[in-house]
């Protein structure tokens, strides 16, 4: 069963920085593009970056590009978020979730976490 | 970049009916489209990939069309576990934008 667990979001305060992680299970990682997608209090879904099976690419939304940066970890089946110069605007729930095929980008996204909460505020 | 156009941002309907969301790409897209069920307090559910190709686990009263620049989502028979919010969402681009939400309330 495929599972994807989110970790480390917090209250931060502007300008400050925080690591989410992911945890993945119950499919070979190394073979899939993974991302990050958030949602803001009373908004949409934002999709905010990805990252390919090998880590070799990455890509970003222009609201974070600059202060995020996407990473993974094949050997520990986890991905990462790490956030620098935090923004009122950055409070959202943060999930990872999984391209829905192999060795690709151009697909949905097929398995979500539970998601992690950021909240940025002094 | 793609826009996305989902509408009606919402909608209300009964439990047993049946009801149509858009999209509406602001560049042809193929069928790079994909759409996702939020229910409260859980992560998005994949419902329909590739515009039209169900999930595996997705009820049958859920179908989607469309090619190019406009798609639509059409659910028959609503159920109870049906009221959610519904986006969707293209991978034609690297930046995977997703429509505004459709709100299904119950009427």
């Known amino acids: 069963e495929v599972q994807l667990l989110e970790s480390g979001g917090n209250l931060a305060q502007p300008g400050g920085s925080l690591r989410l992680s992911c945890t993945a299970s119950?499919?070979?990682?190394?073979?899939?593009?993974m991302t990050w997608v958030r949602r803001a209090p009373g908004k949409g879904l934002e999709w905010v970056s990805v990252?390919?099976?090998?880590?070799?690419?990455?890509y970003y939304a222009d609201s974070v590009k600059g202060r995020v940066t996407i990473s993974r970890d094949n050997s520990e089946n986890t991905l990462f978020l790490q956030m620098t110069s935090l923004r009122h605007e950055d409070t959202a729930i943060y999930y990872c979730?999984?391209?829905?095929?192999?060795?690709?980008?151009?697909?949905?996204?097929?398995?979500w976490g539970q998601g992690t909460q950021v909240t940025v505020s002094s | 970049d793609i826009q996305m156009t989902q509408s009606p941002s919402s909608l209300s309907a009964s439990v047993g009916d049946g009801v149509t969301m858009t999209c509406r790409a602001s560049q042809d897209i193929a069928r790079n489209v994909h759409w996702y069920q939020v229910r409260p307090g859980k992560g998005p559910k994949l419902l329909i990939h590739a515009a039209s190709i169900l999930e595996g686990d997705v009820p049958s009263r859920f179908s989607g069309s469309g090619s190019a620049t406009d798609f639509t989502l059409t659910i028959d028979n609503l159920q109870p576990e049906d009221f959610a919010t519904y986006f969707c969402q293209e991978s034609y681009s690297k930046r995977y934008t997703f429509g505004r939400g459709t709100t299904l309330e119950i009427k």
């Open positions: 979730a999984k391209i829905l095929r192999a060795n690709t980008w151009y697909e949905g996204f097929d398995y």
């Open positions: 119950g499919f070979t990682f190394s073979d899939y593009a």
């Open positions: 990252i390919s099976w090998d880590a070799s690419v990455t």
